[in-house]
């Protein structure tokens, strides 16, 4: 068994007050957790020789170093645990900056004695470059059932001039290390001024005000009160700062002062020291200080009531962070499910995957979006692209996506547009689609089409008059041939493939990343859970879709790629009709030119005749080719949206989401099936551990600080 000994009196006096609470705490620090908890510890800072290790070892009576001179060249850490059980553990704990492993010491026993021994010992692995300092920390936890907890750091002292021991780069490393400790808001800094030098001549108090600037968690320390000259300014000046006269260093919670060991009593037991030191206070000038600012046994009591009115402040705050630890630990826990091993606990946990992925996936095909996984109605993550946000929302998304895909089409789905008789190239809007809003537009960038060229009217007919010829078959002279119209339908058409693959390659994109999202969400930190379900599960599904996808394109676009027309009669006559009474004005006109050419000026004449020539010119009806082949790609445009959003996306693919993974096909999978999906990962079984080690540990944290809360509250 180890040999713990230290003098167990001395320290419970500074935690006399707050050793239940303390207890508490001291388990969530185990567990890692003291990053949410605000826990005290006592820093002692001061310039090179003002006392810092001897004031150290007078509060806790622990040995530390303090021979005159250079003496600490890095952090250390003397942590104090109460325990059921003695044992010690040494390490250097490297800098946040440092790449280096924890280095183990194989110690065994720590006395009051042990302390400098153990420090040499890490200056030899420490320091083996030849530097001057280091900001990596020597920690010494040492516990045992006569301590209580409590952490003491002494800290490189701040030096002002250089030599070779004493580099530039040393300095440097100091201060790092003080600004390091000194502010944190859960450290109560013991401020060292040593009384053989001048209080500006010393930069500790400049570093408080750097870090504590209000100054409201530093106690001032006066050191070596002995060694100044009785009846001196220096003596007087000292007495009225230990009396926190001085407005220059005033400090919230005052000042004490100490009288160290001499050279000559470094031998001398600790009962010793303290009562030559009580002799000393006894004497004028001293002695006009209240008693409670004098002496090691004052100032034990004074740090104890100080760390029990620190933990009392900012005890509202460790019970709120306790709350929210222990709340998302226990979801973590919910979602990591429990212990499986045996096929039936396998089952089990897939089947609940199974059955929250049914039900979020049907709400979001559905546009149910009350769950907490859609979000707000402002989700942290949104946008008007396919983004982590929008995605959430799959209705919502997928129906903005099809009206932008019906208005692409309507836009940019024909090879070249071809501009009404009356129209030229500078009108607006030729389609007569109206404009997508505003918020829709960053939709259209999804879409990689060219705007089509425009030609006018006149333009085409002129190329139709020579295709006609070229095509001509056996129908009467005069008479156009239908065949020309069709050929004309599918060249305008062309585009409509690209566009609905486009479309149909994004949607299909949406759709698993909105699943992947999903299954992250109800699976959680199970990772390897999670990559199994998408790599035998989710991938192949869409792969299928794929192919599904692409082959009822196909079969969408094969009717106007090389089939006959087969419009509903009265709809074509009706559009047809509709678009040559626009026509019936100018050959009004014609008529009325023909018999009346005196109402007619001289330009309106000849321009008639322009018309006239065009339109009379052509022995093939180009006229009525246009116009029919226009009608039919008007109608066959809203059909081919339609079955491309209805037939394709709807049937084979959303309204099959929510069959991706399913109760049904859980309950069917053999047991080596439910072993590659969901058998458990070494991490998962250690994090549940963990975790609910973390949970009983702040479970019972939350109960004493809650206790404790009414206590103080009554």
Not at 71 to 86: H, I, M, P, Y
Not at 96 to 120: A, C, D, G, K, M
Not at 205 to 233: C, Y
Not at 400 to 410: E, H, Q
Request: charged share 30%; hydrophobic share 35%; proline share 4%.
């Amino acid at each position: 068994m180890e040999d713990i000994s230290l003098d167990a009196d001395a320290l419970g006096q500074l935690q006399a007050e707050q050793k239940e609470l303390l207890d508490t705490v001291d388990d969530l620090r185990k567990h890692g957790i003291d990053r949410f908890v605000d826990l005290p510890q006592i820093v002692v800072v001061g310039d090179q020789s003002s006392g810092k290790s001897s004031v150290l070892e007078a509060i806790s009576r622990v040995r530390f170093p303090v021979k005159d001179g250079l003496c600490t060249r890095f952090a250390t850490e003397l942590v104090l645990r109460a325990d059921s059980r003695a044992r010690v553990n040494v390490t250097i704990e490297p800098s946040p900056s440092s790449n280096r492993e924890v280095q183990p010491f194989n110690e065994t026993r720590f006395n009051s004695e042990e302390l400098p021994r153990l420090i040499e010992d890490a200056k030899r692995r420490m320091l083996v470059d030849g530097s001057g300092f280091s900001e990596d920390v020597l920690r010494v936890e040492v516990r045992g059932p006569n301590l209580t907890q409590l952490t003491l750091v002494d800290l490189p002292g701040f030096y002002h001039s250089e030599d070779v021991n004493q580099p530039a780069a040393g300095r440097e490393i100091v201060d790092r290390l003080a600004a390091r400790y000194m502010s944190r808001d859960n450290t109560i800094i013991l401020a060292i001024v040593s009384a053989r030098n001048q209080v500006i001549l010393q930069a500790v108090l400049s570093k408080v005000k750097e870090h504590d600037k209000n100054t409201e968690r530093t106690l001032g320390i006066i050191t070596k009160p002995d060694l100044l000259a009785p009846g001196s300014q220096d003596e007087e000046n000292f007495v009225r700062l230990a009396k926190n006269l001085d407005r220059s260093h005033k400090l919230t919670l005052g000042w004490h002062v100490l009288r160290n060991r001499t050279e000559a009593e470094q031998d001398c037991t600790h009962e010793q020291r303290d009562n030559t030191e009580r002799d000393f206070f006894m004497s004028a000038p001293w002695s006009s200080i209240p008693s409670r600012n004098c002496g090691v046994d004052k100032l034990r009591a004074k740090l104890s009531k100080t760390l029990l009115q620190h933990i009392k402040d900012n005890l509202p705050s460790l019970i709120h962070g306790i709350e929210d630890s222990l709340n998302d630990r226990q979801r973590r826990l919910r979602q990591l499910g429990s212990p499986r091993s045996t096929p039936d606990q396998l089952r089990s946990y897939l089947d609940h995957i199974a059955s929250q992925f049914q039900r979020l996936s049907r709400d979001a095909v559905e546009g149910n979006y009350g769950d907490e996984f859609f979000g707000g109605l402002y989700p942290e993550t949104g946008g008007i692209d396919t983004s982590y946000g929008r995605i959430r929302k799959l209705r919502g998304l997928i129906r903005d996506l099809n009206r932008t895909f019906a208005y692409i089409l309507a836009t940019k789905g024909s090879s070249f547009i071809i501009l009404s008789r009356k129209s030229d190239e500078g009108d607006d809007n030729v389609s007569g689609t109206p404009a997508l809003p505003q918020f829709l537009q960053g939709l259209i960038d999804q879409y990689k089409v060219d705007e089509p060229p425009t030609v006018s009217f006149e333009s085409i007919a002129v190329d139709l008059e020579r295709l006609s010829s070229e095509n001509q078959g056996n129908e009467f002279p005069g008479t156009s041939n239908d065949r020309v119209a069709i050929q004309l339908f599918q060249h305008q058409s062309k585009p409509w493939e690209k566009i609905a693959h486009s479309h149909l390659k994004l949607v299909l994109d949406t759709a698993k990343a909105f699943v992947e999202t999903l299954m992250e969400h109800i699976i959680g930190p199970d990772t390897q859970t999670f990559a199994a379900i998408l790599r035998e599960i989710v991938h192949p599904f869409f792969d299928q879709k794929v192919s599904e996808l692409e082959n009822k394109l196909e079969e969408l676009l094969h009717h106007y790629k090389s089939g006959y027309p087969q419009p509903l009669d009265a709809e074509f006559r009706s559009l047809l009709s509709s678009r040559r009474r626009k026509n019936l004005t100018e050959e009004a006109l014609r008529d009325l030119l023909a018999t009346r050419p005196e109402l007619f000026t001289d330009a309106g004449r000849e321009e008639l005749r322009n018309k006239q020539n065009i339109s009379h010119s052509s022995g093939f009806g180009v006229e009525a080719l246009i116009d029919k082949s226009e009608t039919y790609y008007e109608m066959s445009l809203r059909t081919f949206t339609d079955n491309v959003i209805v037939l394709a996306i709807e049937n084979c693919l959303v309204r099959d989401l929510p069959n991706v993974f399913t109760t049904r096909a859980v309950s069917r999978m053999e047991p080596a099936r439910l072993e590659q999906l969901a058998s458990e990962s070494p991490d998962i079984q250690q994090e549940r551990t963990e975790l609910q080690e973390e949970i009983d540990a702040l479970k019972k944290g939350f109960e004493s600080c809650n206790s404790i809360n009414i206590i103080r509250n009554g």
